[in-house]
């Protein structure tokens, strides 16, 4: 079976897929010092806790944060005995081109979303991905990564509004019941809420008219939901788009670079 390995700059995504699902997914926080013995401790913990009967067989990463790889190909080898795909590295072959600016390095959850929603949707897709950084990824009619936006994420920027000001307190984010707020905390969630619906809007309407056709637009995170329920933003979304893109990956380096 595959362990797919999803580290993103504040967590980090572990599921086992049989071929055919995903059968368990446990999330952790990113940490850099954690050790390979760490990490297998926690997992195989679970496993046994949850009766995961897995023989895992092969393993692939993507990581925005290149300090933990190291620990997780030690993971792999030690505990697996298999060699993982890395998403980025040169013998990791993706099915789809890459066009953007020769020496740019693309992150590697973005390279999987857009590999992710080729295969489900098409072409022809903007990505939207509530993360640490809300990004927006542009794929091309046959697939191809053409480049994206960035922008901070959402809890990134309520906590940056949270510690500059002092005055102003920790909040969750949440649609407000009107837009204009009557006190400190719904004043923010509805600056936070209603500021980013704005922006989801402007950036995918902007990318739509620079690229002069018809796209859909497709979500994944955490806060994927909130926005699609309360303003229809999107004409999907899926939670597991970046590990359904590492199957994938994964499946195309089989099959299309070490055929049986």
Known sequence: MLLAVDCG????V?????GTEFIATWRTSTETQRTADQYYVW?????????VDAQITDMIISSTVPRVVFNLRVLADRYFNTRPLVVGRPDCALPIDVRVDAGTAVGPDRLVNSVAGYDLYGGDLIVVD?????????????GAY??????????????????????????????PQTVVGTNTVACMQSGIFYGYVGVIREVCARIKAER???????????????????????DDWKDELTMHGLTVIHLYNKTERHPE
């Open 9 to 12: 700059n504040t967590n980090t």
């Open 14 to 18: 572990f599921s086992i897929w049989n």
């Open 43 to 51: 997992l195989s913990t679970l496993m046994s806790l949850q009766k």
């Open 130 to 142: 509530f993360g640490t950084a809300t990004t927006f990824d542009v794929v091309d009619t046959d």
């Open 146 to 175: 053409v480049g994206g936006v960035i922008a901070p994420g959402v809890n990134l920027s309520l906590q940056a509004l949270h510690e500059a000001a002092a005055a102003l307190p920790h909040v969750d984010i949440s649609r």
């Open 212 to 234: 002069a056709r018809p796209m859909k637009i497709i979500a994944t995170g955490g806060l994927a939901p909130l926005f699609q329920q309360a303003e229809e933003l999107f």
